[in-house]
């Protein structure tokens, strides 16, 4: 059982209680911001709690054992609160959240009720909903090294040991224009098309310079070359603006080896037995002696 604080309990056995939630939300960044549904801004637990926000909470669900639970938070997108071009540069990816108890008559009297993550974030118009993970969710990430065909290395990086600086797997261009969805169409990268898939995008100039995103396909046309993104880009990157592309890799032994060249680092188990050597094998004692099907 939570142990509030006497002032807190006092008023809950007053029958008429002054209580109200408080969200504070630290992203990864550092930035701090605080929301409550009640009517005034609060100070409480060291935090602005700023009322103009427009935040409510869904239900809150607790379970025992180990099961992931959490709640919803949903409320309106604007520039001095929460702005639409910051989560869809993800800077809220990740985020910490707590949740306090408030007494709004006497702010100094509030508890934590609970912490965790925020998760996915879904956006319509100037409205927005995000999921608030508990602390269990962590015990749903892979820790350590997963037995795979697949290589669980970041192309580029200390283990895998390929240099993207290279001609081969970087380029650089110009956008030159935004399209329907997260489509880009750009300048400047000569490769073939594929190279780019399942690559990073990273704006160099502009207004938002420094976004990064990672490419679902790469791909010519009539018009040139093609960038289609996994997420949509903020409204503050468009024609004009600078980026740089890296080579993409979908993690099998033969694009490393023939690629990149580089199979000697290659972080997976390319021969492990998968169902279909399972299944080529037969039944034993349905076909001859060594376990193959007879027609």
Same mark, same amino acid.
């Given at each position: ?62 379970? *025992?054992?180990? !099961?992931?639970?959490?709640?919803? %938070?949903?409320? @309106?997108?604007?520039? /001095? #609160?929460?702005?639409?071009? &910051? =989560? ?52 749903? *990430?892979?820790? !350590?090294?997963?037995?795979?065909? %697949?290589?669980? @290395?970041?192309?580029? /990086? #200390?283990?895998?040991?390929? &240099? =993207? ?61 093609? %960038? ?6 903020? #409204? ?60």
């Amino acid at each position: 059982m939570r142990a509030l604080p006497e002032a807190m309990s006092t008023v809950l056995a007053s029958g008429v209680t002054t209580f109200c939630n408080g969200w504070r939300i630290t992203r990864r960044d550092g930035l701090v911001q605080g929301f409550t549904d009640h009517d005034n801004d609060i100070v409480a637990d060291g935090t602005l709690f700023r009322a103009a926000s427009g935040i409510a909470g869904s239900e809150s669900t607790l379970a *025992q054992g180990l !099961g992931v639970t959490g709640m919803e %938070l949903s409320g @309106a997108l604007s520039d /001095d #609160a929460l702005s639409e071009d &910051d =989560l869809a540069a993800g800077l809220y990816d990740g985020a910490t959240i707590d949740l306090l108890l408030i007494d709004w008559m006497s702010p100094a009297s509030c508890v934590l009720l609970r912490r965790g993550t925020l998760g996915e974030v879904r956006r319509q118009g100037l409205a927005f909903t995000v999921e608030l993970r508990s602390l269990a969710d962590a015990l749903n *990430q892979v820790r !350590g090294r997963v037995y795979s065909a %697949l290589c669980d @290395a970041d192309l580029g /990086d #200390a283990r895998c040991g390929v &240099d =993207l600086a290279q001609a081969a797997f970087h380029a650089v261009g110009i956008i030159v224009a935004r399209e329907e969805g997260a489509r880009l169409r750009v300048s400047g990268p000569a490769h073939s098309a594929g190279w780019f898939t399942g690559g990073r995008i990273t704006v160099t100039s502009g207004a938002l310079a420094g976004f990064a995103g990672e490419v679902k396909t790469h791909v010519w046309d009539a018009s040139g070359v093609v %960038l289609d993104l996994w997420q949509e880009m903020p #409204a503050g990157i468009g024609a004009g603006d600078a980026f740089a592309v890296t080579a993409g890799c979908d993690k099998r032994f033969s694009t490393c080896r023939e690629r990149f060249a580089n199979g000697v680092n290659f972080r997976g188990c390319p021969h492990m037995p998968g169902n279909d050597l399972v299944l080529a094998m037969g039944v034993p004692g349905e076909g001859g002696n060594d376990g193959s099907v007879v027609s």
